[in-house]
């Protein structure tokens, strides 16, 4: 059995005795002036800790409970679990009535005093029920009654009767006398510990933190070090870099005459520790370097030395007792995201951890901190509106209701902030021209979105808590406050929250520590990462951040922009095949030049263009004015393009006549577009005198019949171009598995398909029966009913659909073996799915150009 109390220079299990436990013996071992203790399982009984107690008095040449030279214990928490929050220190231990002259002997009488009535003040209330606030407000009288302004002023008799009152006001509060023997303080102080962390509210914080409400924590009983007492005392923290950024930098805080906490709890204004920083702050009193230099610099060495030692940024917390130092823990600091790359490379650089480690060290999902503004953390944040936090960063505009007015407010360079109930495809020209959107509806995967994230533009989606009135150009918020169109406000897309006003935002940083760390990652990870980009802006932002490809072209987005959509009309709503070709002609050039584009930007690099994949109604106009303008526009009457408009409509659109099925029954649009595909290669390839190879992707595949036939189709076509141009034209065609029929069947669909491309929005809509555009609405009572762990169109649902998703891949390499597997749902940007992704030996991934450091991250950890 093990033995209940290990010395704390002793402990090496940090499963057995905490995290803290583990980090104090490895200080001590480095040479920090940590002072001595032991640690045990909280459930020890008392009584088997005296052993190591009389180890503890051998030690320190004082005795636990003597009248003289006694030795005073702080009792601490140490979960086993690094993130579980741990109980407050209950300290001064020991200090009885009978050990308060031999303390005295020590510390001088006012001090013992002191440390006396702080004991009774936190035991009382954390080891024996009583009220806390009795004690505030007993104090608060005494000081008043004293005439001080502060705990530190007050007097040796003020603080005697003090003392007599409390001991007063736990009797009464308690029913229980104080208790006046150390060893009955320990056992009961031993208990509280028990007892706080298994108290509902401890369990359900654990909980909270995803850890398990029923991990447990190991207790440290240290001898105490007093910051109360004669000559320099006193308590506070240092730090080796700034939390802000993560740049080097000894600064801290420190109280004199202080103990615990006293310095971050605000009681009194806490002194800097270099002369330096006190004179940047305009401080008058002295900082620890003007008032004790030797101990000053120990502190900060120490500082350094624990981050040498534990290969982490440190929040040294230490104690001056007497001039003397005593370290009492090197908690890992927590930096904002971008501190945290700054520290975990600059420490990488310097040797002190593996560059593995720097990379393991980094949440992928923080990296997009890195890449748009953000809102200060010292910003004031008066919320408006709380939704879901869609596409991250910030930006400040004037609300605007319609893409109209977006539009109309960019054009006189001025920030727009676009508020809709939810978008449709006709707000993506407002989108483009806003610099954040706000949605009262939709989810993760809504128009809204996905198109956000595309663009990079702040998002919050589904803020249920808004009320619109679009005519009216208002939004109402929960607290009744009403916003008018032109008012300020800011996009928190990272919180997911919308602010009133222009609080203070952070500038992006993609140079320096954060272009080092995906330099690693790069070097590290196997999985290419591919970009969902639909035009040249989206490509170039891809190729900023290194992008291996575009995986997903979207082309249907092309077709929104001003002077095509009317085109486009006409073409869907044509009387007969002759003027849809007609139409479509006149497509076919600005496909083409967009098609160039792309291909030049990328240079070489593999583009996957999928071919028309949503319900061509989606494209029809919705309102009586414009519908108006498209019959002016085809020179039909207007009841005629109504009805023609009315009978596209379908009752289930997202299960209609889309995606290839599209292709099929109006095979001349798929012709158009790999007509224009290929001459843009041609075009390309001349241009560069590199061969492009062009992938085309099929949408919305359920059967391998659908690939043969469309395959048909382009290979004419290519056939023709080759013809035309006289070029060898190479391309590569592929099929979207995004129904569960095409999952099963991918043995199948390799047949005809040189790649698979997952599209995990779509697939994850049909495997659950779960409309994408419409789950957000109840999505957060399904998450918090814990119904479904994560929202599945968030992190790839990888029971069931992921293993759709390893069928699929099993049996499309089965028949193919060189078969290429990617993924292009919005999963791709996701670091759980990516390391699936990784697991299940996928090729690529692809994901919005602003997600592609987070992929690229993700994708190096998922290898290590
Ligand atoms: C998908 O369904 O995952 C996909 C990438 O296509 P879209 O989002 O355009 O339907
Ligand atoms: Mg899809």
């Keep these: 059995m093990n033995a209940p109390a290990t010395a704390l220079a002793e402990v090496t299990d940090a499963a057995r005795h905490g995290a803290k436990a583990a980090r104090l013996a490895r200080l001590i071992a480095a040479g920090a002036p940590v002072p001595p203790g032991f640690a045990f399982p909280d459930d020890a009984a008392p009584e088997a800790l005296a052993p190591a107690l009389a180890a503890l008095e051998a030690q320190s040449g004082l005795g636990f409970g003597a009248p003289e030279r006694p030795l005073l214990l702080a009792l601490r928490s140490s979960p086993v679990e690094t993130a579980a929050p741990s109980s407050p220190a209950i ?72 003392e007599t009152e409390y001991l007063a006001a736990v009797e009464e509060d308690t029913g229980e006398r104080f208790p006046e023997d150390a060893r009955a303080q320990l056992s009961l102080a031993i208990a509280a510990m028990r007892t706080a962390w298994a108290a509902p509210t401890a369990r359900i914080l654990r909980g909270a933190r995803g850890l398990a ?37 000894f600064q801290g805080r420190y109280l004199a005459q202080a103990q615990g906490e006293d310095a971050l709890m605000g009681l009194r204004t806490p002194r800097l520790l270099t002369e330096g920083a006190r004179r940047e702050a305009a ?33 040294v917390e230490f104690t001056l007792e007497a001039g003397e130092l005593h370290i009492l823990d090197a908690q890992p600091l927590r930096p904002t995201a971008r501190g945290a790359v700054r520290i975990a490379v600059d420490l990488a650089e310097a040797g002190v951890i593996g560059r593995e480690a720097a990379l393991l060290r980094i949440d992928p999902s923080t990296l997009t901190s890195h890449l748009h503004p953000t809102v200060s953390a010292r910003a004031p944040r008066d919320v408006i509106g709380a939704g879901l936090p869609a596409s991250p960063g910030a930006a400040t505009g004037a609300i605007v209701f319609s893409s109209e007015a977006a539009e109309t407010l960019a054009a006189r360079e001025q920030a727009a902030i676009l508020v809709r109930v939810e978008t449709s495809p006709e707000d993506i020209r407002g989108m483009h021209a806003a610099s954040g959107v706000l949605t009262a509806r939709g989810g993760m995967t809504s128009h809204a979105a996905v198109i956000a994230r595309g663009l990079g533009a702040p998002c919050v989606v589904g803020a249920s808590d808004i009320t619109l009135d679009i ?71 891809a190729i900023g951040f290194n992008v291996d490809g575009i995986g997903l072209c979207r082309t249907e987005h092309m077709f929104f922009e001003k002077n095509r959509i009317t085109t486009m009309r006409r073409m869907i709503l044509a009387a007969d095949e002759h003027a849809r070709r007609a139409a479509l002609a006149e497509l076919l050039p600005m496909q083409r030049s967009d098609f160039i584009g792309l291909f030049e930007i990328m240079a070489g690099l593999p583009v996957t263009i999928r ?89 919305l595949v359920s059967a391998n019949r659908e690939m043969e036939l469309l395959e048909r189709i382009v290979e004419r076509v290519a056939e023709q171009v080759r013809g035309e141009s006289g070029a060898a034209l190479c391309y590569r065609i592929g099929a979207m598995v995004e129904t569960p029929r095409a999952a099963l069947r991918a043995g199948d669909l390799a047949a005809t398909a040189e790649f698979l ?25 399904y998450v918090a009913k814990g119904v479904y762990p994560e929202d599945p169109f968030h992190t790839l649902d990888v029971e069931g659909v992921g293993e759709l998703i390893l069928l699929a891949a099993e049996r499309g390499r089965a028949r193919a073996p060189g078969l290429t597997l990617g993924l292009c749902g919005e999963h791709g940007g996701d670091p759980a799915s990516i390391r699936f992704c990784e697991l299940a030996r996928f090729d690529y991934i692809s994901c919005s150009p602003f997600r592609l450091p987070i992929a690229r991250l993700a994708a190096a950890q998922a290898r290590l």
């Design 213 to 249: 409400p029923d991990s447990a924590q190991a207790l440290i009983a240290q001898t105490m070090t007093l910051g109360v007492g004669p000559g320099s005392s006193g308590a506070g923290f240092a730090t080796t870099r700034s939390e802000e950024d993560g740049a080097p930098g």
């Design 91 to 162: 300290l001064n231990i020991g200090l009885t009535r009978d050990t308060l002259p031999g303390l005295a002997a020590r510390v001088g009488d006012r001090a013992a005093a002191d440390l006396r009535r702080r004991l009774i003040q936190a035991f009382a209330p954390a080891a024996m029920g009583a009220d806390a606030e009795l004690f505030e407000s007993l104090l608060y009288d005494r000081m008043k009654f004293s005439g001080v302004e502060s705990e530190d002023a007050l007097s040796l008799a003020a603080l005697k009767a003090l």
């Design 611 to 699: 071919l028309l994949d949503p319900p061509l109604h989606e494209f029809l106009p919705h309102g009586p004015r414009e519908m108006n303008e498209l019959a002016e526009a085809m020179g039909l009457p207007l009841k005629v393009v109504t009805r023609r408009a009315a009978e596209m409509r379908e009752f289930n659109p997202m299960l209609g006549n889309r995606g290839c099925r599209v292709g099929v029954t109006y095979p001349e649009i798929y012709e158009m577009q790999a007509r224009a595909v290929f001459e843009a290669a041609v075009a390309a390839g001349e241009k560069t005198g590199e061969p492009v190879i062009p992938e085309i992707m099929i949408p």
């Design 757 to 781: 491309s997952f599209g995990t929005n779509d697939l994850t809509q049909m495997t659950y029966g779960l409309s994408r555009d419409d789950a957000g609405r109840f999505m957060r009572d």
């Design 471 to 541: 005519e009216g150009r208002t939004l109402t918020t929960a607290d009744g406050r009403v916003l008018h169109e032109g008012d300020i406000v800011t996009i928190d897309g990272s919180a997911g929250e919308a602010l009133a006003g222009s609080p203070e935002l952070v500038q992006p940083e993609i140079s320096g520590a954060f272009a080092v760390l995906m330099k690693w990652a790069d070097e590290v990870r196997r999985m290419k990462v591919r970009a969902n980009a639909d035009t040249a802006q989206d490509a170039k932002v």
């Design 283 to 315: 401080q008058t009193a002295p900082s620890l370097e003007a008032e004790a230099p030797d101990a000053a610099t120990k502190l900060e060495a120490q500082a350094a030395l624990a981050e040498l030692t534990l290969g982490d940024a440190c929040r």
